[in-house]
């Protein structure tokens, strides 16, 4: 019988490039692990829940910001208890694209971490990750990777809103420090070395000898 698998997490601001670390990781896990399975999975989730979240990132849904926090953390339980506890359980390991550190960091543009972390109470009781890598890239390096637009006060715009998100997750990091395992991860080289940086830490500092197996 395998031992409950591992849960990480990785965060960081559009453009920072964790999508990739993730796929990379994912990789990697897989090549190691042969009577372990490894999944990747992202939030928003497939959940009801998270299709409406889906809608309002793309604004074909408009509600009130206190609903959108409400409705990703909905679809945040509806994950947890759906789809990763069951996969933990069964001793497969589980990469998650985003988690609760993204509701703090966001909808704290909109709303106070008090009210986020009651939102998402439950599902913090269930499942915390074994670890949250924070993918470091600075706001103004993220945005202008994202930046299709070709004006100055667009891009200046969102410079400023990933400034914010980026003291968000600096304030929700700091707040829940004795709880939470976070790890910063540079993430201004080039993709290979990142991945190289985060399998190091997590060989040298997560796994236990039984978990690559
Ligand atoms: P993401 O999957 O990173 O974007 P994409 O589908 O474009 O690759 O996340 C979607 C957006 O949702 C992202 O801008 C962050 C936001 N988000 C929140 O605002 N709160 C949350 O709780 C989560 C999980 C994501």
Redesign the pocket.
């Given at each position: 019988m395998l031992s409950r698998g591992k849960f990480i997490v990785l965060e960081g601001l559009?453009g920072s490039g964790?999508?990739t670390q993730l796929q990379l990781l994912h990789e990697r896990m897989q090549q190691h692990c042969k009577q372990r399975k490894c999944f990747a999975t992202?939030?928003?989730s497939e959940s009801f829940p998270g299709l409406l979240?889906?809608g309002?990132?793309r604004r074909s849904i408009q509600v009130e910001n206190e609903t959108?926090?409400m409705l990703?953390?909905a679809?945040?339980y509806e994950h947890v208890v759906g789809e990763l506890l069951p996969q933990l359980e069964q001793g497969n390991h589980i990469l998650c694209?985003?988690?609760?550190f993204?509701?703090?960091?966001?909808?704290m543009l909109s709303t106070d971490l008090e009210s986020l972390l009651a939102y998402n109470k439950k599902a913090m009781d269930l499942l915390h990750p074994d670890v949250t890598i924070y993918v470091d890239v600075s706001p103004e390096e993220c945005a202008a990777r994202r930046s299709t637009s070709r004006t100055s006060e667009e891009l200046y715009e969102k410079v400023d809103t990933a400034k914010k998100i980026y003291r968000n997750y600096m304030t929700a990091f700091d707040a829940l420090q004795q709880s939470e395992r976070v790890v910063t991860i540079n993430g201004n080289r080039d993709a290979q070395t990142v991945a190289d940086s985060i399998w190091k830490f997590l060989t040298e500092q997560v796994f236990d000898k039984d978990d690559l197996i």
């Open positions: 559009d964790k999508t992202r939030e928003p979240c889906r309002i990132s959108i926090a990703f953390a679809d945040r694209d985003r988690y609760y993204s509701n703090f960091a966001y909808q």
